[in-house]
Nanobody, 125 residues
Framework: QLQLVESGGGLVQPGGSLRLSCAAS????????IGWFRQAPGKEREGVSC????????YYADSVKGRFTISRDNAKNTVYLQMNSLKPEDTAVYYC??????????????????WGQGTQVTVSS
């Protein structure tokens, strides 16, 4: 079972920053659209951001636009999510997922074939 591995979560004060990483050891992320999702307790999983494989286009949910940045480092086979100006409402488990279609097609979880185990982000003073 191919799997992604997230890292970089933790506890941060409001207004702070974190950088999440999404890595894979058994397949090449360059050939997949990669999405970041999050799920807070009692809420449904929601899409946060996506980066396409075909042209590197990036997409963001309105709630994080201007604060989060998604990027790829193909040499390291890693996708990052830089999160700035964090708010308490950003608290959630964050997951990355890989879609074998090269373009981002939205934030429907069933479109993504491979998932990581998640990393906890807690924004609190």
């Amino acid at each position: 079972q191919l799997q992604l591995v997230e890292s970089g979560g933790g506890l941060v004060q409001p207004g702070g920053s974190l950088r999440l990483s999404c890595a894979a050891s058994e397949f090449t992320l360059e050939y997949y659209a990669i999405g970041w999702f999050r799920q807070a307790p009692g809420k449904e999983r929601e899409g946060v951001s996506c980066i396409s494989s075909s042209d590197g286009s990036t997409y963001y949910a309105d709630s994080v636009k201007g604060r989060f940045t998604i990027s790829r480092d193909n040499a390291k086979n890693t996708v990052y999510l830089q999160m700035n100006s964090l708010k308490p409402e950003d608290t959630a488990v964050y997951y990355c997922a890989a879609d074998p279609r090269m373009a981002c097609s939205g934030y429907v979880p069933s479109l993504y074939d491979y998932w990581g185990q998640g990393t906890q982000v807690t924004v609190s003073s």
